[in-house]
Nanobody, 122 residues
Framework: QVHLVESGGGLVQAGGSLRLSCAAS????????MGWYRQAPGKQRELVAA??????NYADSVKGRFTISRDNAENTVYLQMNSLKPEDTAVYYC?????????????????WGQGTQVTVSS
């Protein structure tokens, strides 16, 4: 089994910054991709940013403001959020595509964190 634990959410004024962290733990063989999604009230969950093999992609709404990075040694992904806007308010979820050991067998599954609230006041 694999667990994702997020941290770093909170309340910030418009124009401010926050840094989210997501650490994966378990009998991990490899983490193939990691990303951040968000879900605002009444809206569908949407991709914010993702990183795979060093390549990154971002939602148009966050390009130039958010940066995703990864510490492979710590199985951790970060989301640096700058120039925050009220419309960035949402619950942010970490996602990871992980290959892990179930006994002696390698299994690949998709995992989600519990979510962390980001609130940007105007």
């Amino acid at each position: 089994q694999v667990h994702l634990v997020e941290s770093g959410g909170g309340l910030v004024q418009a124009g401010g910054s926050l840094r989210l962290s997501c650490a994966a733990s378990g009998r991990i063989f490899s983490i193939n991709a990691m990303g951040w999604y968000r879900q605002a009230p009444g809206k569908q969950r949407e991709l914010v940013a993702a990183i795979r093999s060093g390549s990154t992609n971002y939602a148009d709404s966050v390009k130039g403001r958010f940066t995703i990075s990864r510490d492979n040694a710590e199985n951790t992904v970060y989301l640096q959020m700058n120039s925050l806007k009220p419309e960035d308010t949402a619950v942010y979820y970490c996602n990871a595509d992980v290959t892990y050991y179930r006994g002696s067998v390698r299994v690949t599954n998709d995992y989600w964190g519990q979510g962390t609230q980001v609130t940007v006041s105007s």
